[in-house]
């Protein structure tokens, strides 16, 4: 039987990689094999775009390239870990995935979305998440929180107005597809973001 996909997505200081490997967690004590990999990365070619994307070496990239390098790193990823993990039965649990290129390179770049939406269809063909949990919280809180782990990324050096425009399309984008989609308020303590983390995880997974 084919695995599942389940992407976690939110902006900067939302909690993504402390609750990462809880949700792994919870997915291997339910009896699945999980595969825990990240946007970009999870693949050489990947880690290798990532450091490109993130780090500061790189002045005055336009947003075209950077989404080109995003999804040039994501049909790595689809074709050499995300495709191969489903197809053994195993569950991918992936650090952002297309709904990112939605959120910072649409909302965020103000890319067309149709750009975005050729780029999936393309190199992703029909694999969509099967769950996507977005963590969700104040932009001046994340900030906030994110300027404590230390030297800013590309990313987090933006102005506010930038990540209100990521939040609001990660928040359309859920509206839009509730079936899919699942917001957890990442504005709460850690181990209340994990309650409530458990107890979606616990409504949508199938019985055994």
């Excluded at 775009?49 to 790595?76: C, D, H, K, P, S």
């Excluded at 929180?145 to 609001?168: C, I, L, S, T």
Aim: hydrophobic residues 45%.
């Amino acid at each position: 039987m084919a695995g599942r996909f389940i992407a976690v997505e939110g902006g900067e200081g939302a909690g993504k990689t402390t609750q990462l490997p809880f949700i792994a967690a919870c997915l291997e004590r339910a009896g699945y094999s999980v595969v825990l990999t990240r946007e970009p990365g999870g693949t050489a070619l990947g880690e290798e775009i990532r450091a490109l994307v993130l780090q500061n070496r790189q002045t005055g990239m336009t947003a075209a390239a950077e989404a080109l390098l995003m999804f040039a790193a994501r049909a790595e990823h689809v074709e050499q870990v995300i495709r191969p993990a489903l197809a053994a039965g195993r569950w991918v649990l992936c650090d952002r995935f297309t709904d990112a290129s939605y959120a910072y390179q649409g909302g965020g770049r103000g890319l067309p979305m149709v750009r975005i939406a050729a780029l999936e269809n393309w190199v992703q063909d029909d694999l969509r998440p099967d769950l996507t949990l977005v963590l969700d919280l104040p932009v001046a809180l994340g900030l906030a929180r994110a300027g404590r782990r230390g030297p800013a990324d590309r990313f987090e050096q933006e102005q506010a107005d930038f990540f209100e425009r990521v939040r609001m399309i990660y928040l359309e984008r859920a509206k839009r597809n509730p079936m899919r989609y699942r917001v957890v308020d990442a504005s709460h303590p850690v181990e209340v973001v994990r309650a409530n983390i458990e107890r979606i995880l616990a409504d949508w997974l199938p019985e055994r």
